[in-house]
């Protein structure tokens, strides 16, 4: 089997009202079938989430369903990086909704460049603020442009760091070869 480039890494807890849109969203961003692989791991669901999924990945052969009693999400997403087999990886929370224009670009870019991580803005939508419903962006998604390669220290000393992982295409082997796992109990 050919390596895929990118595994999107999803975990699933009783989402069985969001899962479908998140999954549409992802085999919708323009990829050909063979750079990508859907890995979904229901985390014991007690709602119809594992039926939903199930009925999915029958009509979309890219979509990996695995099930466990639950463990919770630093442990699930732990175990999709052990089962993912992109040069990169992306963690999607269950409820997102993944609508890059320019997606295949920015693979073909982090692949070009030999990049680690890129990073890259983000909507977050009907956010709720005392009420008030609010569309937030990250604030200096504007600067980060595709000439902008920088080191670690470079990026975390100029622009504001986001501790949401899934604005985030990592590579799989810097991950996997510096053994770096989601602490139990701390969410991110």
Not at 116 to 139: A, P
Request: hydrophobic share 40%; glycine share 4%; with cysteine.
């Amino acid at each position: 089997m050919k390596k895929k480039l990118i595994s999107w890494i999803v975990p699933a807890y009783n989402v069985e009202n969001s899962i479908i849109e998140c999954l549409t969203s992802l085999v919708s961003v323009g990829l050909h079938d063979d750079l990508y692989e859907i890995i979904v791991i229901n985390d014991g669901s007690s709602d119809n989430t594992l039926i939903k999924i199930m009925e999915f990945a029958s009509k979309h052969p890219t979509v990996k369903v695995f099930t466990q009693c639950n463990k919770g999400l630093s442990i699930t997403r732990n175990r999709g990086i052990d089962l993912a087999k992109g040069e990169y990886i992306q963690f999607v929370d269950s409820d997102d909704v993944i609508y890059y224009e320019d997606y295949d670009n920015c693979l073909k870019y982090a692949v070009e460049k030999n990049l680690d991580i890129l990073t890259f803005g983000y909507e977050k939508n009907g956010f709720k603020v005392d009420e008030t419903i609010n569309n937030t962006t990250h604030t200096n998604c504007e600067k980060l442009v595709f000439s902008d390669v920088m080191d670690g220290s470079t990026l975390w000393e100029n622009y504001s760091f986001v501790t949401m992982v899934w604005s985030y295409i990592i590579k799989r082997d810097l991950v996997v070869d510096n053994n770096l796992r989601f602490e139990p109990g701390v969410i991110l």
